[in-house]
């Protein structure tokens, strides 16, 4: 289906955001954070206050820094969400595990719980860093013409880059259970674009909405690659493995510039911010897919779950 409303101007710019995941969604407020998924049963809904590492400690809050942070959280409490999510779905549709099979026989059951996120997060940024680090540095390595020539060996680094990425989501996209979460992920969308123009939250109001969001997750890792090919441009070292590792040290700070850059696209709606935003919007044509209307039911009752009583606590950049 087409999209039949592609403004995206809002009445505000909402700080809640969501994830989501096996038949169903996460949304996470300024306070809480709310997981509904759908079963047979109807709607089972887990609702957890949130402790931020900024609240105890303010360092971790302050820009450049707050997106390392921030990065790290998301993975470890998404990842958290999509195993509980699985969980939930029928026993025919659960797919056996050795290694969380082994997990479990070797830790207590609350601990087997969180050795299973850890390991999932572990693995995920491992495969991330193998296919966005190592692999392109290693690939354009080969191309003897560039190899010192830092600035064409950098862009063609990142060009490797960028194209892994739109193979790895168009490949992943083709798998049905995937290309369903992709379908959650648009009516995510959706419901914070709902919320943010003022409409009340119904089916009816949340279906027209656009389903490309400038602070979406998937537009980060676009950022995250085109910010690497202007913050490895200072790496001037021939050695394949040399490069590998400055590119590894740099990452951090490519994090916190493109958490930055995504942060201030959620909070302004000009042509600069267009621009910026424009390139992850695109990818989330791949990311993001029509969503029914119990997959809308379902992004509606997770975020009103966590939105705050006191009125505008939840604004971005609050």
Same mark, same amino acid.
């Given at each position: 289906m087409a999209e039949k409303n592609s403004n995206t101007s809002c009445g505000f710019r909402t700080s809640i955001g969501g994830q989501a995941l096996m038949e169903g969604i996460l949304m996470?407020?300024?306070?809480?954070? $709310?997981?509904?998924? +759908?079963?047979a049963d109807g709607l089972v809904e887990k609702v957890e206050d949130l402790k931020l590492l900024k609240d105890k400690y303010p360092f971790f809050g302050l820009p450049l820094v707050r997106g390392v942070v921030i990065f790290l959280d998301s993975m470890i409490k998404g990842m958290g969400a999509l195993?509980? %999510? $699985?969980?939930?779905?029928?026993?025919?549709?659960?797919?056996?595990?050795?290694?969380?099979?082994?997990?479990?026989?070797?830790?207590?059951a609350e601990k087997a719980?969180?050795?299973?996120?850890?390991?999932?997060?572990?693995?995920?940024?491992?495969?991330?860093?193998?296919?966005?680090?190592? &692999?392109?540095t290693f690939l354009v390595g080969f191309i003897k013409p560039i190899y010192t020539n830092f600035?064409?060996?950098?862009? $063609?680094?990142?060009?490797? +880059?960028?194209? &892994?990425? &739109?193979?790895?989501?168009?490949?992943? +996209?083709?798998?049905?259970d995937v290309h369903r979460l992709f379908r959650y992920h648009g009516a995510e969308h959706k419901t914070i674009f709902c919320y943010e123009h003022g409409k009340e939250l119904t089916v009816e109001n949340v279906r027209p909405e656009s389903r490309f969001h400038p602070r979406c997750g998937t537009?980060?890792?676009?950022?995250?690659?085109?910010? %690497?090919?202007?913050?490895?441009?200072?790496?001037?070292?021939?050695?394949?493995?040399? +490069?590998?590792?400055?590119?590894?040290?740099?990452?951090?700070?490519?994090?916190g510039i493109s958490y930055e850059i995504n942060r201030w696209c959620g909070l302004h709606d000009n042509l600069l911010s267009a621009v910026l935003s424009?390139?992850?919007?695109?990818?989330?044509?791949?990311?993001?897919?029509?969503?029914?209307?119990?997959?809308?039911?379902?992004?509606?009752?997770?975020?009103e779950l966590v939105i705050p009583e006191e009125k505008g606590s939840d604004e971005w950049g609050k």
């Open positions: 996470r407020g300024p306070k809480k954070q $709310a997981i509904v998924c +759908r079963t195993l509980y %999510s $699985a969980e939930l779905l029928p026993e025919e549709m659960q797919e056996d595990d050795p290694l969380d099979k082994w997990i479990e026989a070797h830790f207590s719980k969180q050795v299973i996120i850890y390991t999932a997060v572990v693995l995920g940024i491992g495969l991330s860093l193998f296919l966005f680090v190592f &692999l392109p600035f064409f060996r950098n862009l $063609a680094e990142g060009i490797v +880059r960028i194209a &892994l990425l &739109l193979l790895y989501m168009g490949l992943t +996209r083709k798998v049905p537009s980060f890792l676009l950022v995250v690659v085109i910010v %690497s090919v202007l913050v490895n441009s200072v790496v001037k070292v021939t050695n394949t493995f040399g +490069r590998i590792g400055c590119h590894l040290l740099l990452l951090p700070v490519v994090v424009a390139p992850g919007k695109w990818l989330q044509r791949i990311t993001t897919a029509e969503p029914d209307d119990s997959m809308i039911e379902c992004a509606i009752r997770a975020i």
